[in-house]
């Protein structure tokens, strides 16, 4: 039963990365336009040849 | 495309006259913008929404002040050396297309490395490389394909808020922490006997140990920091009962677990602290496309072109004009400074300043007051006074705009709360002195229990669960709040002030009076047929109460004197209509607009047209007099005062000529003799008196266009719903006081058990999310409710 040291311990890890994660998604500003990105998810198909716009998010940072 | 629509903007098209590859289009900007996507390869544009354009609007000149490095130094958000970083508030971004053509700019110009819209907050980011295009360029394109920026004097000045994700750390932090800590708690709840839980019991505390930290030592930093605040004021206000609860909660759980006499409460303690983080969260609906502290700087120009003595255009930055300094006011610019007119046309439209939307005409030598728009043509003038000192932003300069106010709006829960948590701390104490007599061993667990069952969590979710949720239903009836304390302090008022112009009448239409005019059905035909030709505001009202048909003869001899009127010749008649200056007449000085006709150098008398007043004004003034005290509050003369006195209720204060300080001034003496005062307004000339007075209220046709700095926004098509909205912002604080009731109800179950020495971390844990849940839904569903009955 000594496991249970290592699957809680694995399982706390995982969710503090998970949310570590989700921490760091709204400081890069990913929560502040949640209509946008549905509106332009839809014209990807329309133009393959555009580059990715998501690189931009980087930028937000300055703000 | 068979409709007759305009196939870039949607309006009618009138005649055929604008073709290209058999799209039909309204008008030659329309066609242009057309033109333009489709030479850029945008023309994917059309295919999203159907007639998605706006009329561009024409700005030859009016960025070139775009030019000078150091305005466009101001603007940019970011700046390196080669890359730039710049964003737009973009008013006219409404669909899909919009967005689509927006963030394909870079294939206008391939210097633009990235262009992203943020939808719900109108904005444009572009990102660009220096090198390669100026933003001159970059925004006359933008605005040439009918995006026209918005660029104020607020960029250059104001520094822009950054906006703050702490309120959300500190919940997510809450919230994850809630979740663990009850999971790993779940064991204890039950019989402890069991010999594997007995073996990992120490696991699981110690890890709920650490995980409550940050909650403890992050999330919950502004109650403690909110109760040091009040202690120091001598204000007990409802964080001190809850800081104390969240200390005694957890200086008892660690001593618990240190010393292995328990499990603690760190489960309890978790959620508290979520659920009034929540409250918190709830209660701050926050409307992104709306803004409440604007003031002139938000509408006044970044700069503007100069003329040196010899000649010469230069832009300058408003904030560097010098008295003396010679301007030059384009189509569709806001005078920034106090001026003199030189020369030109002036045709200003001062409706951003007085809510009046008639344009008045000027001439040289006149005096020109800031904040006016001028609608035709050009014109130069001389700046009397820098734009700190102006007329109308001389306002702000009022100490009500110096200090950071707050409005200060004592929560009618402080007033619970001081004596919540001196009953609370009495109960404790006596609680743990007669324990000390009886069993000294429980003396402290007693008492902290105490203080940690009735920590008010119901209580002070209760209000922001209350008032949220009527935020968001006022939203949804297109009244904006700036926040959740502005409905209770709307309960509070007794007197309620409005302008006059734009908030009770309105801009939209205005009423024609044709009892001072004599015409044959010819004159009007021949009336009809030149005012046909003219874009004046009011040629458009005259030309359509005129029912005949027009002439389809040929007008000869058309002249349009910007300001004054327009004249020729049909058939037989030689027509000039307009202003009394134009006809040759003396007579000015009147109260109402007045059109002038003369046909064949004989007057035949006058069109006058009147403001209208919104629909149901009079019933708003009935429904609130029995309860409020009304006062208009004008910046006009008296000529409406009989027709006011007529149609409002008898003891309806009214006020004439008052300039935008007096305004102020007239609030600020109400407010001295004990009136708490609710001024509804628009204008910038309002902007004093909706500071100062306890709520200001702005009044919009068009709430993204322009509100001043205010309490709140309503839509102008509501505004004869003020008591509704009134009355059910006095309901909900009966519902909350109902529901502070409740809570206490739940204090006292829950202190039956602390004060019996009974309060095991299973009960705290049932009874704490409980009392807080039942409480959120009781409130949420009545205030609903009242909402519906209306």
Known sequence: MEVVYITIGVSVIIAIIFFGVFLMNIKKGQYQDVYTPSVRMLFEDEDKSKKNIQKDQSINKNQ | ?790
């Not at chain 2, 973009?90 to 819209?117: A, M, Q, T, Y």
């Not at chain 2, 300094?325 to 439209?349: H, K, S, Y």
């Open chain 2, 1 to 790: 495309m068979g409709n007759e629509n305009c196939f870039h903007c949607g309006l009618e098209t009138k005649d055929r006259q604008y073709i290209v590859e058999d799209k039909l289009f309204c008008c030659n900007g329309c066609k242009t913008v057309f033109e333009i996507l489709n030479q850029n390869e945008l023309n994917c544009y059309y295919d999203f929404e159907r007639s998605p354009g706006v009329i561009p609007k024409e700005f030859k000149n009016k960025y070139n002040y775009l030019d000078s490095p150091e305005i466009v130094e101001k603007i940019l958000d970011f700046y390196d050396g080669q890359t730039c970083v710049v964003e737009f508030y973009i008013p006219s971004i409404h669909c899909s297309s919009c967005i689509w053509v927006l963030e394909n700019l870079d294939r206008f110009n391939s210097g633009i490395k990235n262009s992203l819209v943020n939808f719900p907050q109108k904005t444009l980011r572009i990102t660009y490389k220096e090198a390669e295009v100026n933003l001159r360029e970059l925004v006359e394109f933008i605005a040439s394909i009918g995006y026209e920026p918005q660029i104020s004097l607020e960029d250059s000045v104001g520094t822009k808020k950054a906006v703050s994700n702490a309120l959300i750390y500190k919940v997510s932090i809450a919230a994850f922490v809630f979740g663990n800590v009850m999971l790993l708690s779940f064991p204890e709840y039950f019989e402890i006997q069991e010999f594997w839980l007995e073996k990992y019991k120490n696991v699981f505390r110690w890890m709920n140990f650490i995980m409550v930290l940050p909650v403890v030592f992050y999330s919950a930093t502004d109650y403690y920091i909110s109760a040091y605040k009040g202690l120091k004021n001598n204000i007990l206000n409802i964080d001190v009962p809850i800081t104390l609860g969240v200390i005694a909660l957890y200086l008892r759980s660690v001593y618990e677990i240190v010393f292995d006499v328990g499990a603690g409460y760190f489960d309890s303690l978790a959620g508290l602290i979520f659920f009034l983080l929540m409250g918190k969260i709830f209660q701050q609906k926050t409307y992104n496309y709306l803004s409440f502290e604007r003031d002139f700087k938000s509408y006044f120009p970044i700069a503007v072109t100069t003329i040196d003595k010899d000649g010469k255009e230069k832009s300058k930055q408003v904030q560097h004009l010098k008295l003396g300094d010679r301007i030059l006011i384009r189509n569709e610019e806001l005078v920034p400074v106090d001026g003199i007119m030189i020369n030109g046309d002036a045709t200003l439209d001062y409706s951003f300043v007085t809510g009046e939307s008639y344009p008045i005409k000027k001439e040289s030598g006149d005096k020109i007051f800031a904040g006016a728009k001028q609608l035709d043509g050009l014109f130069e003038m001389e700046v009397i006074h820098e734009v700190s000192q102006s007329y109308l932003t001389q306002l702000w300069s009022s100490d009500i705009f110096q200090k950071d106010t707050h409005k200060s709006i004592k929560s009618h829960i402080d007033n619970v709360s001081k004596y919540f948590t001196i009953v609370v701390l009495t109960i404790a104490f006596s609680s743990g002195i007669y324990w000390y007599f009886v069993d000294v061993s429980k003396a402290v667990y007693v008492f902290t229990a105490v203080l940690i069952i009735t920590c008010p969590c119901a209580l002070a979710l209760s209000t922001p669960f209350a008032l949220g949720n009527i935020l968001r239903i006022f939203g949804k009836n297109r009244f904006y709040l700036k926040n959740a304390q502005v409905i209770e302090a709307l309960t509070k008022i007794n007197t309620i002030i409005f302008d006059k112009t734009g908030t009770i009448t309105t801009n939209q239409q205005k009423e024609i009076n044709t009892d001072n005019i004599n015409l044959n059905e010819d004159e009007k035909r021949a009336i009809k047929t030149l005012l046909r030709s003219s874009n004046h505001p009011l040629s458009r009202i005259i030309y359509e109460t005129i029912s005949e048909p027009i002439f389809e003869d040929r007008i000869m001899d058309f002249k349009e004197v910007l300001g004054f009127g327009i004249e020729g010749n049909i058939n037989e008649f030689n027509l000039k209509i307009g202003s009394a200056k134009f006809i040759g007449l003396n007579k000015d000085e009147i109260n109402e607009t007045r059109v002038y006709i003369e046909i064949n150098k004989q007057l035949k008398g006058y069109y006058s047209m009147k403001n209208t007043y919104r629909v149901g004004i009079e019933q708003l003034f009935t429904d609130l007099y029995p309860k409020y005290e009304l006062i208009i509050l004008s910046g006009d003369n008296e000529g409406e005062r009989e027709r006011l006195v007529q149609m409002l209720p008898p003891n309806t204060q009214l006020e004439f000529d008052k300039k935008p300080i007096d305004k102020l001034n007239f609030v600020r003496e109400l407010q001295d003799k004990g009136k708490r005062v609710l001024m509804i307004g628009d204008g910038l000339n309002d902007a004093g008196a909706l500071a100062q007075s306890n709520i200001g209220i702005a009044v919009s046709d068009d709430v993204n266009v322009f509100t001043p700095a205010s309490d709140g926004i309503i839509d102008a098509k509501i505004i004869n719903k003020i008591p509704e909205l009134l009355n059910i912002s006095r309901k909900t604080l009966t519902i909350i006081k109902t529901s502070f009731v409740f809570s206490l109800l739940y204090n006292v179950i829950g202190l039956y058990f602390a004060v019996t020495g009974q309060l095991t971390p299973l009960i705290a844990a049932i009874l704490m999310p409980l009392s807080s849940i039942s409480i959120v839904i009781y409130v949420t569903v009545l205030t609903n409710f009242i909402n519906k009955k209306k």
